[in-house]
């Protein structure tokens, strides 16, 4: 088992950027890949990006790609997703996951047996 909680969400303007910050807790955070997903208003869950187990290898969903970073520090058991020039499609509620199947993560939601509570981003046009 391992408990998910997400942070760093709010209400910016277009062009700004926010940190979103994944703290785990329970078994050892370096066991598992992860993900960050998100849910637009009225929309199904989509990808956003995940990482390897060691942090080496990430994927992008193309609508966010050159903008969010996504990144681990596995000592301190967190995952985090830089967002620059953040647009008002962006908003949506943000979940991170965790994938404990696969060493380099998936960009599908069924592969994550685990998951936060979510953070609101919004960002306004």
């Known amino acids: 088992q391992v408990q998910l909680r997400e942070s760093g969400g709010g209400s910016v303007q277009a062009g700004d950027s926010l940190r979103l910050s994944c703290a785990a807790s329970?078994?050892?955070?370096?066991?598992?890949?992860m993900g960050w997903f998100r849910q637009p208003p009225g929309k199904e869950r989509e990808f956003v990006a995940h990482i390897s187990v060691s942090g080496a290898t990430v994927q992008y969903a193309d609508s966010v790609k050159g903008r969010i970073t996504i990144s681990r520090d596995n000592p301190l058991g967190t995952m985090f997703l830089q967002m620059n020039s953040l647009k008002s499609e962006d908003t949506a509620t943000y979940y991170c996951?965790?994938?404990?199947?696969?060493?380099?993560?998936?960009?599908?939601?069924?592969?994550?047996?685990?998951w936060g509570q979510g953070t609101q981003v919004t960002v306004a046009s």
């Open positions: 996951a965790a994938n404990e199947h696969s060493h380099y993560g998936s960009d599908w939601e069924g592969a994550y047996g685990y």
């Open positions: 329970g078994r050892a955070f370096g066991a598992f890949a």
